[in-house]
């Protein structure tokens, strides 16, 4: 198993980031505050490169590859977001990568992907196929390096880069809500944030239906959801990772789980009055403020809109 990263890799990770990835901006809305009671601030990391955080991870982790790594390649699987980061850092290097993601992936996460150059292997996971075996599998027929979508220490601190930045651009927070699916950008966030802002409360946020960080931080045991229903499709995950589980445990104060309705909702909200184009999975922190679950009146709070790669017609379907 790796080390658990610390936040000397996350200051590390923002050195090799610096000019690469895009430093996004905070935004604020005086009718969210008045909804939740709070003074809010949105790290929009829908407008990062490809469109959301998981560039982050994916840049840092293949910036350090050797160059006997870099000429064999890299496999990654993904249901979208760390399958367009993967495919855009490795355009950037140079390195050849292939992509494992599932047949009904939204098509323009599938499109994009290939548009960064990446080679695109398809599977069925209504037949039972697993993911992460099947780019197993291609690693090893290729003698390629397989980059994890969470559980792996250089993804991890890359993602703790967007607290780090939102910290430092709008000083400490009382709370910060991150969206959750296998838990590397809430690990990666809880390390920056407990650092940058001692004292703050990081609350991750996931569906209902794929609650697995959920369960397992409370029962503090390893808990699994297989193929989760949710609208949420970056964070249906089957269980937190060997490394994101006990980063969770030691600096995540509470994960706090929401339904798609909610997610709607918090969409809404984001476009319609913020004018951010988000994807469900973007909106779960959103949501969790909203929720009421987490008593944040009168605080301040940070809020990571984690991405924008939306199906348009497949939002336009919710909203209607």
């Known amino acids: 198993m790796q080390k658990l990263p610390d936040?000397?890799?996350?200051?590390?990770?923002?050195?090799?980031?610096?000019?690469?990835?895009?430093?996004?901006?905070?935004?604020?809305?005086?009718?969210?505050?008045?909804?939740?009671?709070?003074e809010a601030y949105f790290k929009c990391e829908n407008l990062q490169r490809m469109g959301a955080f998981k560039f982050r991870g994916a840049?840092?982790?293949?910036?350090?590859?050797?160059a006997a790594q870099r000429s064999r390649g890299v496999v990654a699987f993904s249901s979208g977001n760390h399958a367009q980061a993967v495919a855009l850092a490795g355009q950037l290097l140079g390195i050849p990568r292939t992509i494992v993601m599932p047949?009904?992936?939204?098509?323009?996460?599938?499109?994009?992907?290939?548009?960064?150059?990446?080679?695109?292997?398809?599977?069925?996971?209504a037949k039972g196929e697993d993911r992460a075996s099947v780019a197993q599998r291609i690693a090893a027929e290729r003698n390629a390096t397989l980059i994890p979508p969470f559980d792996h220490a250089d993804i991890i601190a890359g993602q703790g880069t967007a607290?780090?930045?939102?910290?430092?651009?709008?000083?400490?927070?009382?709370?910060?809500?991150?969206?959750?699916?296998?838990?590397?950008?809430?690990?990666g966030c809880a390390l920056a944030a407990n650092h940058l802002s001692p004292g703050i409360q990081v609350i991750g946020v996931e569906?209902?239906?794929?609650?697995?960080?959920?369960?397992?931080?409370?029962?503090?045991?390893?808990?699994?959801?297989?193929?989760?229903?949710?609208?949420a499709d970056g964070a249906r995950t089957s269980s937190p990772g060997d490394l994101t589980f006990?980063?969770?445990?030691?600096?995540?104060?509470?994960v706090i789980t929401v339904e798609d309705s909610e997610l709607v909702q918090s969409m809404r909200f984001l476009w319609e009055r913020m004018k951010l184009v988000v994807e469900p999975t973007g909106a779960l922190a959103t949501a969790g403020v909203l929720s009421g679950r987490t008593d944040v009146r009168g605080k301040r709070v940070g809020v990571i809109l984690?991405?924008?790669n939306?199906?348009?017609k497949a939002a336009a379907a919710l909203f209607a």
């Open 7 to 38: 936040y000397a890799d996350v200051a590390a990770a923002a050195e090799r980031l610096e000019g690469v990835a895009h430093r996004t901006p905070v935004a604020t809305s005086r009718e969210f505050d008045a909804r939740a009671g709070c």
């Open 59 to 66: 840049y840092n982790a293949l910036s350090r590859l050797d």
């Open 103 to 125: 047949a009904d992936a939204p098509a323009v996460k599938v499109e994009a992907t290939r548009g960064y150059g990446a080679e695109v292997v398809l599977y069925d996971r």
């Open 163 to 187: 607290a780090k930045e939102l910290i430092e651009d709008i000083g400490a927070l009382d709370y910060l809500f991150v969206p959750c699916g296998g838990a590397g950008l809430l690990s």
């Open 207 to 231: 569906p209902a239906a794929g609650d697995d960080v959920a369960r397992s931080f409370r029962t503090k045991s390893l808990q699994r959801v297989d193929n989760p229903q949710t609208i």
């Open 246 to 254: 006990p980063l969770v445990m030691a600096h995540v104060h509470d």
């Open 306 to 308: 984690s991405g924008g």
């Open 310 to 312: 939306v199906d348009l």
